[in-house]
Nanobody, 115 residues
Framework: QVQLVESGGGLVQAGGSLRLSCAAS????????MGWYRQAPGKQRELVAR???????NYADSVKDRFTISSDNAKNTVYLQMNSLKPEDTAVYYC?????????WGQGTQVTVSS
């Protein structure tokens, strides 16, 4: 089992920045990718950013050039640096660790961007 604990959400004005963290504990061997997803009210959960164990990252078009995903393998932690935030970035953000045939999710952290 893998336990994920997110932190760093909050309320910020448009144009501001936040940094999300997700710390993993438990049996994390075999993790091939880590990512951040978000879900806004009335919408489906969507991928925001993903990074593989080899360090290759990809982003949703809506956050490219504004968000940066990174990981610290020694700390079993993945980060999401969010800059130039927009009201449409408001959502619950979920951390995800992926192992073949199994996904692990955090409890979610609220990000609210005011206009």
């Amino acid at each position: 089992q893998v336990q994920l604990v997110e932190s760093g959400g909050g309320l910020v004005q448009a144009g501001g920045s936040l940094r999300l963290s997700c710390a993993a504990s438990g049996s994390i061997f075999g993790i091939v990718a880590m990512g951040w997803y978000r879900q806004a009210p009335g919408k489906q959960r969507e991928l925001v950013a993903r990074i593989t164990s080899g360090g290759s990252a990809n982003y949703a078009d809506s956050v490219k050039d504004r968000f940066t995903i990174s990981s610290d393998n020694a700390k079993n932690t993945v980060y999401l640096q969010m800059n130039s935030l927009k009201p449409e970035d408001t959502a619950v953000y979920y951390c995800n660790f992926n192992r073949p045939f199994r996904d692990y999710w955090g409890q979610g952290t609220q990000v609210t961007v005011s206009s």
